[in-house]
């Protein structure tokens, strides 16, 4: 049976510790898998190529509560 998991991180800023994040995941996850990051109004925003073609990146406009960045991921 082949499946697809749906990972979500929210980030506000912290880049290195983002990239860190994603370099472990692909070392660990042995199943097809896509990205969902939440960018809580990071300074710079996070771009598309900085990271895997996996990757989705969904803005926010402003910062707000972790409530809120889950149900916008979703």
Same mark, same amino acid.
């Given at each position: 049976m082949e499946y697809m998991i749906t990972i979500?991180?929210?980030?506000?800023n912290? %880049?290195?510790? +983002?990239k860190e994040c994603i370099d472990s995941i692909k070392l660990h996850t042995p199943v097809d898998y896509?990205?969902?990051i939440v960018d809580?109004? *990071?300074e710079p925003?996070?771009?598309k190529n900085e990271f895997p073609e996996n990757t989705v990146i969904v803005r926010m406009p %402003? %910062? *707000? #509560?972790?409530? #809120? +960045?889950?149900?916008?991921?979703m």
């Open positions: 979500m991180i929210m980030a506000h912290g %880049r290195e510790i +983002l896509e990205i969902v809580d109004a *990071s925003p996070f771009e %402003r %910062r *707000s #509560n972790c409530c #809120n +960045l889950r149900n916008v991921g």
